[in-house]
């Protein structure tokens, strides 16, 4: 694995943020955000880019951000919910890595994303359709290298199945 990074994906509320920051630094990493590239890229929060420019902007930023993750090697980097959703970018990011899933129940996702603000897809949608979206990405995240069930834990006893795997992986690969 020529750039080692370590990549975690998840629907919204799933602990990306809060899991990769411990994580990284746990392992002595630097921990990186694609929506915080986007965000300083941009000079603007992202709910700001999707009012001002829409999602379809904020898909591309999410593209260029992509190619910017090429130089990183070693790194914790925390993708947006949406960033592995697209044809081919799931593999682009397991070329980058080990992708690592963290999964959970729509319902616990949903409340967790639901009290922090600044997400702009929980916007003027309803739980339904949400958890529709949540359906249509599982098909994405589910190529991951790995997953881990976040159901119940908090951030620490997450990092410590993420750690646990990625023993794994990588006494498996050597
Ligand atoms: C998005 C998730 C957000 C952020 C943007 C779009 C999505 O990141 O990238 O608001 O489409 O699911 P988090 O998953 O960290 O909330």
Known sequence: MPADNVILVGFMGAGKSSVGRLLARRLGRCFVE?????????????????REHGEVRFRELEAEALEALRLKAGDVIATGGGFPC???????LR????????????????????????????????????EELYRTRQA????????VDT???GPDQ???RVLAVLRRVHAARV
């Open 140 to 147: 994405y995240y589910q190529r991951a290298h790995v997953s």
């Open 34 to 50: 694609t929506d915080d590239m986007i965000v300083a890229r941009e000079g603007k929060p992202i709910p700001e880019i999707f």
């Open 151 to 153: 159901s119940g834990l």
């Open 158 to 160: 997450v990092v410590a």
């Open 86 to 92: 697209h044809e081919g970018r799931m593999e682009a």
């Open 95 to 130: 070329d980058l890595g080990t992708v690592v899933w963290l999964a959970g129940e729509f319902v616990d996702l949903h409340e967790r994303a639901g009290r922090t603000g600044g997400r702009p897809m929980l916007a003027g949608r309803a739980p339904a359709e949400l």
